[in-house]
């Protein structure tokens, strides 16, 4: 019995294998989300690379080490003008300027949109669904053509910012078949505004379910055949999205069910526990850790290689990259960060081990 069912497993492998067209993807992506930077510049940090010289310029020097596409959060109308247009396209030049990629991230909200937080814009929080819908186009439009006019089209872009529940609730939250179809709508007024103005421009749908199979097959199942995109998206944080067996096992099954690229646009890993600032950080304990992943330096380093490892291994060669999050995030004397801890420089700015792993992408 077990040796027919052995048979019977690398037979369906096989089928899987023939029936998946190889991608064309040749490009591994080192990437890394710098959003904060322009503030933490302001606010005078500074850091040092592993010789102990300071590197006045952080992009050029994320450069050197691999680093080949920069992620950008845009937020719609912020308070403080904090990851607005203006603030995005003056970035966006300096990375074009390095000859780098941008992934431009709409949240379609004034502040933070992530599965806790899908708040929409105040200028939007009135209307109606048509004109919600209408409003997402002429924005996704007029922001494209502004990267466009300026020479910095964003190689890729993501509609919506770890939707697994939906953007701009309540009115696109999947809580019923109502939801679904909002959803879709909204998801296809974004992509249409994208396709128009900037036809080489990548779209990709963003979850936050790294380490969650049943929730990324249920979400991607929803919107395969009505909603026009390139590249399957997935955060993937170890103290919320489980082991890297799991990250593995949803990979794989994405790739297989749905034979698109896959993204990790989001990832990260402490480099210690302790925090250098009053700011709650979401990590701080041992339970947040893999068994086999300490909070040191060579810790971090190690997790940033297995999970690469783990897209390398994608089934074929589905696994585009990753973006690690924030890896620049560091406390200043003007501001506290809630992230301190899982950057890949320290507390004073010098450069930390794990930033090796981009040099894969040297070669």
Same mark, same amino acid.
């Given at each position: 019995?077990m040796?027919?069912?052995?048979?019977?497993?690398?037979?369906?492998?096989l089928?899987?294998?023939?029936?998946?067209?190889?991608?064309t993807?040749?490009r591994?992506?080192?990437?890394?989300?710098?959003?904060?930077l322009?503030h933490i510049?302001?606010?005078?940090?500074?850091?040092?690379?592993e010789?102990?010289v300071?590197?006045t310029?952080?992009?050029?020097y994320?450069?050197?080490?691999?680093?080949n596409?920069?992620?950008?959060r845009?937020?719609?109308?912020?308070?403080d003008?904090?990851?607005?247009l203006?603030?995005?396209?003056?970035?966006?030049?300096?990375?074009?300027?390095l000859?780098?990629?941008?992934?431009?991230?709409?949240?379609?909200?004034?502040?933070w949109a992530d599965p806790?937080n899908?708040?929409?814009?105040?200028?939007?929080? +009135?209307?109606s669904?048509?004109d919600?819908?209408?409003?997402?186009y002429d924005?996704t439009?007029?922001?494209?053509?502004a990267?466009i006019?300026?020479?910095?089209p964003p190689?890729?872009?993501?509609?919506g910012?770890e939707?697994?529940?939906?953007?701009?609730?309540?009115?696109?939250r999947?809580?019923d078949?109502r939801?679904?179809s909002?959803?879709i709508?909204?998801l296809?007024a974004g992509?249409?505004?994208?396709?128009e103005?900037?036809?080489?421009?990548?779209i990709?749908i963003h979850l936050?379910?790294?380490?969650?199979?049943?929730a990324?097959?249920?979400?991607f199942?929803?919107?395969?055949?009505?909603v026009?995109?390139?590249i399957?998206g997935?955060?993937?944080?170890?103290w919320?999205?489980?082991?890297?067996?799991?990250?593995?096992?949803?990979i +794989?099954i994405?790739?297989?069910?749905?034979e698109?690229?896959i993204?990790?646009?989001?990832?990260?890993?402490?480099?210690t526990?302790t925090?250098?600032?009053d700011?709650?950080?979401p990590?701080?304990s041992?339970?947040?850790?893999l068994?086999d992943?300490?909070a040191?330096?060579?810790?971090?380093?190690?997790f940033l290689?297995a999970v690469i490892?783990?897209?390398q291994?994608?089934? +074929?060669?589905?696994?585009?990259?990753?973006?690690?999050?924030e890896?620049a995030?560091?406390?200043t004397?003007?501001?506290?960060?809630?992230?301190? +801890?899982?950057?890949?420089?320290?507390?004073?700015?010098r450069v930390?081990?794990?930033?090796?792993?981009?040099q894969?992408?040297?070669?």
């Amino acid at each position: 019995m077990m040796k027919i069912r052995w048979i019977l497993w690398v037979g369906c492998v096989l089928i899987w294998s023939i029936y998946i067209p190889t991608t064309t993807q040749t490009r591994f992506i080192c990437g890394a989300d710098v959003s904060s930077l322009a503030h933490i510049e302001a606010d005078g940090a500074i850091f040092y690379d592993e010789n102990g010289v300071i590197q006045t310029d952080l992009l050029a020097y994320l450069k050197t080490q691999g680093v080949n596409m920069i992620r950008l959060r845009l937020w719609h109308t912020p308070a403080d003008a904090m990851y607005d247009l203006d603030y995005n396209l003056a970035l966006a030049s300096r990375i074009h300027a390095l000859g780098m990629g941008i992934l431009l991230d709409f949240h379609y909200s004034d502040t933070w949109a992530d599965p806790a937080n899908q708040i929409k814009p105040r200028a939007w929080a +009135n209307l109606s669904f048509d004109d919600i819908r209408q409003a997402l186009y002429d924005y996704t439009k007029e922001v494209m053509t502004a990267f466009i006019s300026q020479d910095t089209p964003p190689a890729m872009v993501q509609i919506g910012n770890e939707i697994s529940g939906g953007m701009l609730w309540d009115t696109g939250r999947v809580r019923d078949e109502r939801g679904w179809s909002n959803l879709i709508g909204l998801l296809n007024a974004g992509v249409d505004a994208v396709r128009e103005t900037s036809p080489d421009t990548q779209i990709v749908i963003h979850l936050d379910t790294g380490g969650n199979r049943h929730a990324s097959v249920w979400f991607f199942d929803h919107i395969i055949n009505a909603v026009d995109f390139d590249i399957i998206g997935l955060s993937y944080y170890p103290w919320w999205s489980g082991r890297l067996t799991q990250l593995s096992a949803n990979i +794989n099954i994405l790739a297989y069910r749905y034979e698109k690229p896959i993204l990790i646009v989001e990832t990260a890993y402490p480099w210690t526990l302790t925090w250098a600032d009053d700011v709650h950080n979401p990590v701080g304990s041992d339970d947040h850790l893999l068994a086999d992943y300490p909070a040191n330096p060579q810790g971090q380093q190690a997790f940033l290689q297995a999970v690469i490892e783990v897209i390398q291994n994608t089934p +074929n060669h589905l696994g585009m990259g990753f973006f690690y999050w924030e890896p620049a995030f560091i406390p200043t004397s003007e501001r506290g960060s809630p992230w301190e +801890n899982l950057t890949q420089f320290d507390f004073e700015g010098r450069v930390l081990p794990s930033i090796q792993m981009y040099q894969i992408c040297l070669s």
